[in-house]
C-alpha cells in the first residue's frame, strides 16, 4: 500500500512538471521576467493562455482539503535524517513551525516565492512591521500564512505542499487578476502599492539595492552597500539620497524605511539585494559563480548581516523556455554559520533540504538572485531552531 501511494505521489509530481514544462513552451516567451515593458499583443497572449490554464487549475485551488500529500506529521523521536542532512529535535521543530512549500498552480511560481517571503518568521512575530494598518493586504497575507503554519492538521512539509486560496495571494494595487506571468515579485519591486503603501512604508524592507551585476563594479557594490548601511544606521538618511539613491552604475539604492524613520528601531532589520547576471551586459559570468560558489554571499556579516532568504529565478539549469522561480531559507547554528538551506519548490513534492555547500554551487548557475539580509538579531531570534530549544520555546506538540 504504502509503494502504490509513492508511485501515486511520484506520477503525480511528474504530471505537474511536463504540464509546468509544456505550458512554459507554449507562451512563447522567452524571459518574461528579465524585462521591464512587453508588447500589448504579447501580454493579451499571456492573458488568454494563463486565463485557460488557471480554468485547468482552478479545481485544485479551491480544494477545501488543503493537503496534497498523505504523508501525516509523525512525533519527534529524535535525529532525522532528510536529503542526506540530520536534523536535530531543534531543527524539525523549527522546520515545522515556520516552514511550508506552497503547491505550485502555473504560472504563479513568481507569486508563491512572495508568499514565502512574506511567511518569514520575523514577520509573522509582527516584531518588524506596521501592524497599525490592519487592513493593508500584506498583513492579511502574513496572518493568513500564520494561519496555515498553526494547522496542527498540516502535512509534513518535508514530503507535502499546501494548497493556497487565490484571495490571499499577493498582487498590488495596480493589478486586476493572478492570471499573468509577467510580474514583478514584492520584493523587487518595492514601490508598488498595497491598499496604497509599499513594503518599505510596512517597515517589510529597509533598505533594497536593485539589479547589482557581478561584473567589474563588484567591488563597487560592494562599497556601495557597506557605505548605505553606515549612513541609515547613523540616521543620515539625506546623505544616502544624496550621494547613493537612483542608479550608480548598474546599482540603484533605495533607503526608507518604517521601521527607522517611524519605530525608531536602531538599525535596519532587512536588507535586499537583487544580483542579476546579464550576459548583454557583461561576459564576466566567472565573477558571478565566484561570488556564490565562494561563499562571498555573506559579504555583509561584518556589517552585522546574515542572508536569510533567497528568492532563484531559473531560466537556464532546470527549465529551459522560461523563467521558473524558487524559494529557500537559510538556517543558522548558534555561532550564527549556515546550517542547511531549505529549498522550496511547488513544482516538487515537499521541501529539500540542502547542504551549505550543495546549496552554493546551485546558486551560482542560476541567472538572478534575490537575497534578504537580516540583522544579527533577527537571526539569532527567528533563524537559529537552538535559540528556541535553549529558551524552552515549544509549538505547543512534540509533532514535526
Not at 488568454?48 to 498523505?70: A, F, H, M, P, Q
Not at 547613523?234 to 544616502?240: A, L, S
Not at 539613491?245 to 533607503?255: P, Q
Not at 537552538?386 to 529558551?391: D, P, R, S, W
Request: aromatic share 12%; charged share 25%.
Amino acid at each position: 500500500m504504502q509503494m502504490s501511494n509513492n508511485n501515486s505521489n511520484v506520477q503525480q509530481e511528474n504530471k505537474e512538471l511536463k504540464l509546468e514544462e509544456k505550458n512554459k513552451q507554449n507562451s512563447g516567451i522567452a524571459k518574461p521576467l528579465m524585462y521591464t515593458s512587453l508588447s500589448v499583443a504579447g501580454v493579451a497572449a499571456i492573458s488568454i493562455i494563463g486565463k485557460i490554464l488557471y480554468d485547468k487549475s482552478k479545481k485544485d485551488e479551491n480544494l477545501n482539503d488543503n493537503i496534497k500529500s498523505n504523508k501525516k506529521i509523525e512525533e519527534i523521536t529524535g535525529e532525522r535524517i532528510v536529503d542526506g542532512i540530520k536534523l536535530s529535535v531543534a531543527d524539525q521543530k523549527w522546520i515545522r513551525k515556520n516552514i511550508f512549500n506552497p503547491n505550485q498552480v502555473y504560472p504563479l511560481c513568481w507569486n508563491n516565492v512572495s508568499l514565502l517571503f512574506l511567511a518569514g518568521p520575523e514577520y509573522r512575530s509582527k516584531r518588524f512591521i506596521n501592524n497599525t494598518i490592519s487592513n493593508n493586504k500584506i498583513i492579511k497575507i502574513i496572518d493568513y500564512t500564520d494561519k496555515i503554519l498553526k494547522d496542527r492538521n498540516l502535512v509534513d512539509c518535508l514530503s507535502g505542499n499546501v494548497n493556497i486560496d487565490k484571495n490571499y495571494r499577493p498582487i498590488p494595487d495596480s493589478e486586476q487578476e493572478l492570471l499573468s506571468q509577467y510580474h514583478h515579485f514584492l520584493f523587487t519591486d518595492v514601490e508598488k502599492k498595497y491598499d496604497s503603501t509599499t513594503p518599505l512604508n510596512l517597515g517589510i524592507v529597509d533598505m533594497y539595492f536593485r539589479f547589482a551585476v557581478l561584473s567589474d563594479t563588484l567591488n563597487y557594490l560592494k562599497f556601495i552597500i557597506g557605505e548605505s548601511i553606515e549612513y541609515v544606521l547613523n540616521g543620515k538618511y539625506d546623505d544616502v539620497k544624496k550621494n547613493y539613491s537612483g542608479k550608480f552604475g548598474s546599482t540603484e539604492v533605495i533607503a526608507d524605511s518604517y521601521n527607522v524613520r517611524k519605530k525608531g528601531i536602531k538599525g535596519l532589520k532587512s536588507i535586499l539585494v537583487n544580483f542579476l547576471r546579464t550576459e548583454l551586459q557583461s561576459n564576466k559570468t566567472e565573477n558571478f559563480v565566484d561570488f556564490f560558489g565562494n561563499n562571498d554571499i555573506n559579504f555583509l556579516q561584518e556589517k552585522g548581516y546574515y542572508p536569510t532568504f533567497v528568492a532563484i529565478g531559473d531560466d537556464r539549469v532546470d527549465y529551459k523556455s522560461t523563467p521558473h522561480w524558487m524559494g529557500a531559507y537559510i538556517v543558522y547554528d548558534e555561532n550564527q554559520n549556515i546550517k542547511y538551506f531549505l529549498w522550496a519548490d511547488g513544482c516538487k513534492n515537499g521541501i529539500k533540504v540542502i547542504s551549505k555547500e550543495d546549496a552554493l554551487n546551485k546558486l551560482k548557475k542560476y541567472s538572478q538572485i534575490v537575497v534578504k539580509y537580516s540583522s544579527k538579531d533577527v537571526v539569532e531570534e527567528f533563524y537559529t531552531p537552538e535559540f528556541l530549544e535553549a529558551i524552552g520555546e515549544n509549538i505547543n506538540s512534540s509533532k514535526v
